[in-house]
């Protein structure tokens, strides 16, 4: 109750997103599922849509393309089309890929998006010098939750 | 198509490199046997550019990075330091120094450690000409590089891995092969698995050092290849090292060796 509290202080978070919120160090993976929302609140494809498309955001287009947002220019070829993506997966599996796409695939190139420790050097985003103590996951827990809306609305034909 | 005007103009990686019509520079070859398991073929960041970025490394008079040789070549007539010499004293011509670019970093028996040819001329600089050690990277040295790269261009690479280097080349592939920063990507990552893929708008080459220092147009300068790992490195969101710090000497020994039997081609031009 106490950490919860603090929580609130310091992000300043309204009262029904902080309650559920799941930090980075606490999610819970079965075969590199996440069954639990990050946040409890259910996620909004449409923003998913425009994180995962956003260089200074998820810039997830920088190694994937999809169909459905083939309007977006220079979309990248070193990972997989996401087309069917809803279809192939499921929501926990889909969650449990942008939290930390290494516990399904052992070694990829994908980065964690939801995780803060265990990196190598890790650094103050792009400056090149060192992470502050508190570095911030790449995407918010309402940004997981928004992208794997996103993700879900990608089936197959 | 709307996406074919947005597209980045692709690259012809099937085109052969011959600068001023004379100087042929072989941009694809059989890997050295180090590389066993893990490239069967090296090619040069130059296949995998533009047309047009191409094109300007194919005539001097097109290439911007050839304006800081013709400087170097200036520097290198030029008295410096309170001993009142200039490298031409010492050395015959930027000539006799061909057979630098295409072995160094190497190791240096008299310092005890591998030598990149930016510590060798500081050296020249500071023990024989009573000069100011310059800065790593600096636009001078830049120059010096480039001046040194364009005599020995069409010279096979060729650096020592073995004998008193190894060890400091075992240093270097581990670090090729280490993860870095909150993107948790190595050098491999990148250059061995997905050479040939676009990442966002940036067609992925071999990240080889042969065409080193390389004229970047998109900063309008020439960049020494420590200046590039160090970009690279930043871009994993990682705490990136120093130009000229003792890692990076080990990872240019280490990313050299992987271009053994790459032309020398700098200064190059890249986007």
């Not at chain 1, 926990?92 to 052992?106: H, I, S």
Request: aromatic share 8%; net charge negative; charged share 20%.
């Amino acid at each position: 109750m106490k950490r919860i509290a603090t929580c609130f202080v310091v992000l300043g978070l309204t009262a029904s997103a902080a309650m559920a919120e799941v930090a980075p160090g606490s999610i819970q993976f079965e075969e590199g599922a996440v069954a639990q929302s990050l946040t409890g609140t259910s996620g909004n494809p449409a923003e998913g849509r425009t994180i995962m498309t956003t260089k200074s955001v998820g810039n997830c287009v920088s190694c994937h393309a999809a169909t459905d947002y083939a309007d977006v220019p220079f979309a990248g070829e070193v990972g997989p089309l996401l087309d069917g993506a809803g279809s192939r997966w499921d929501e926990a599996q889909l969650r449990g890929l942008v939290v930390n796409p290494k516990m399904t695939f052992e070694g990829t190139v994908m980065p964690a998006f939801y995780k803060v420790d265990g990196f190598n050097r890790p650094g103050d985003a792009f400056t090149g010098k060192a992470a502050p103590a508190d570095l911030p996951p790449l995407l918010s827990a309402q940004q997981v939750e928004d992208v794997v809306a996103y993700l879900m609305t990608l089936k197959d034909e | 198509t709307a996406f074919a005007v947005a597209a980045p103009a692709f690259a012809d990686e099937d085109a052969e490199l011959v600068i001023n019509g004379e100087i042929e520079i072989v941009t694809k070859t059989t890997a050295p046997a180090h590389l066993e398991g893990h490239l069967t073929e090296i090619m040069s960041g130059w296949r995998f550019r533009s047309d047009d970025t191409q094109a300007m490394e194919m005539d001097d008079f097109d290439n911007p990075g050839m304006l800081g040789a013709e400087e170097g070549l200036a520097q290198f007539d030029t008295v410096m330091g309170s001993e009142g010499k200039a490298c031409a004293d010492c050395h015959d011509g930027v000539e006799s120094l061909a057979s630098v670019r295409p072995t160094y970093p190497k190791w240096n028996d008299a310092k005890e450690a591998v030598y990149t040819i930016q510590m060798q001329i500081n050296d020249c600089l500071t023990e024989r000409m009573g000069a100011e050690a310059e800065k790593y990277d600096s636009k001078k040295m830049l120059n010096f590089e480039a001046v040194l790269a364009s005599v020995a261009r069409g010279t096979p690479m060729n650096v020592a891995i073995d004998g008193p280097a190894q060890s400091t080349w075992e240093q270097g592939k581990e670090m090729y092969y280490t993860r870095f920063g909150q993107l948790d990507l190595s050098c491999a990552n990148c250059h061995e698995q997905n050479y040939g893929n676009m990442i966002r708008a940036d067609h992925l080459s071999q990240g080889q050092t042969n065409g080193f220092p390389v004229y970047r147009i998109k900063d309008n300068k020439l960049t020494g290849a420590h200046s590039r790992f160090k970009g690279c490195i930043r871009d994993t969101r990682a705490e990136t090292f120093a130009p000229g710090s003792p890692e990076f000497v080990a990872l240019e020994l280490y990313v050299a060796s992987r271009g053994n039997g790459l032309s020398v081609e700098g200064p190059s031009v890249r986007n």
